[in-house]
């Protein structure tokens, strides 16, 4: 091994703090957020994480414990091959002189089973709603009970979840937001600098 210690904690390192994490079956998943596999070279400890979209993204493998996640977390492999696309994806020349080489050293996992779907898709997050507004409804009912409240129940409850179905829907549309951020990110496409909108609203 070329290194003898790894100056952080945890399999990676996410350096840009974008909250990149394993699929999290029972939680809420978003698609650009979520490491769907790694292309790892367990003898020159270099690893290339993926996205479900086969998106590379810019993490740091820490060489002592990734293998662990992997044992763990790996629902199927392909060996001597090298996985991901985008800006922090390898690049050609690099991939290309690997293929002439050889990449016996380098194996690709998929990690976790992911089949529950992702928050940005429109099926899923209305089960989530679904599934979160049965819950305060339960919850809501309770409070109406224990606080004695003479207002009618059904009418009560109702405004209640419109309210929280309302949440919901804004907190998803700024989340669908920032993940589309990432993606274009990831991808390499830069937005225009701030100061090219300000000239264009003078």
């Known amino acids: 091994?070329?290194?003898?210690?790894?100056?952080?904690?945890?399999?990676?390192?996410?350096?840009?703090?974008?909250?990149?994490?394993?699929?999290?079956?029972?939680?809420?998943?978003?698609?650009?957020?979520?490491?769907?596999?790694?292309?790892?070279?367990?003898?020159?400890?270099?690893?290339?994480?993926?996205?479900?979209?086969?998106?590379?993204?810019?993490?740091?493998?820490?060489?002592?414990?990734?293998?662990?996640?992997?044992?763990?977390?790996?629902?199927?492999?392909?060996?001597?091959?090298?996985?991901?696309?985008?800006?922090?994806?390898?690049?050609?020349?690099?991939?290309?002189?690997?293929?002439?080489?050889?990449?016996?050293d380098w194996v690709t996992y998929w990690l976790v089973d992911q089949s529950a779907g992702y928050a940005n898709d429109p099926a899923v997050w209305q089960r989530i709603t679904d599934e979160d507004l049965a819950v305060e409804k339960t919850a809501t009912e309770r409070l109406h009970h224990d606080m004695r409240l003479t207002s009618d129940l059904t009418e009560y409850v109702d405004e209640c979840l419109a309210q929280h179905r309302d949440l919901l829907a804004v907190e998803h549309r700024r989340r669908c937001a920032e993940d589309s951020k990432i993606l274009a990110w990831l991808k390499g496409e830069t937005p225009p600098p701030l100061f090219a909108f300000a000239q264009e609203a003078a």
């Not at 909250?19 to 939680?27: I, S, T």
């Not at 993204?57 to 293998?67: D, I, M, R, S, T």
């Not at 001597?80 to 922090?88: D, L, N």
């Open 1 to 104: 091994m070329k290194r003898n210690y790894c100056p952080f904690k945890g399999p990676f390192l996410d350096s840009y703090s974008i909250g990149f994490r394993l699929y999290q079956a029972g939680a809420i998943n978003w698609r650009h957020r979520t490491i769907a596999g790694v292309s790892w070279n367990g003898e020159e400890q270099e690893a290339f994480f993926f996205s479900p979209d086969g998106l590379v993204l810019p993490l740091k493998a820490n060489p002592w414990e990734l293998p662990e996640l992997i044992r763990k977390n790996a629902v199927r492999r392909e060996f001597s091959s090298v996985h991901g696309t985008g800006y922090f994806a390898m690049s050609g020349s690099r991939l290309a002189s690997l293929k002439t080489r050889g990449m016996t």
